[in-house]
């Protein structure tokens, strides 16, 4: 796992960043404090968070006038679901090796 993936990760272990990120998606442009004004929490508290996700590249931002806009960024959520199915498809084939083994076991054991 890299290092973004791990900020990816690090990032989308708090349900209040995960709710941030599902917002995000829902929209293109939005300012830390429209999102306040949609979630349970100050502005100062979604800024903080946003700066997490900006760091783990799940946030763009980028300034118009006197505005901070943010939006989702996708990319590090598509490298973060290669690693989860790579992992996926490894304990897979450990589960079909387990099952082939049993499979043998209990034919020894019923012809034997």
Do not use: C
């Amino acid at each position: 796992m890299d290092d973004l993936e791990q900020r990816v990760f690090a990032a989308l272990s708090d349900p209040t960043r995960r709710q941030l990120v599902e917002s995000l998606a829902s929209t293109e442009n939005i300012t830390a404090t429209e999102l306040a004004n949609v979630l349970p929490m100050t502005r100062q508290g979604v800024t903080k968070h946003l700066k997490i996700l900006v760091q783990a590249e799940l946030v763009q931002s980028h300034k118009i006038g006197r505005e901070m806009l943010y939006s989702l960024n996708p990319e590090p959520l598509t490298k973060t679901t290669v690693w989860i199915a790579n992992i996926t498809a490894q304990w897979d084939r450990r589960l079909q090796k387990l099952t082939d083994y049993l499979l043998d076991e209990d034919e020894e054991v019923d012809g034997g």
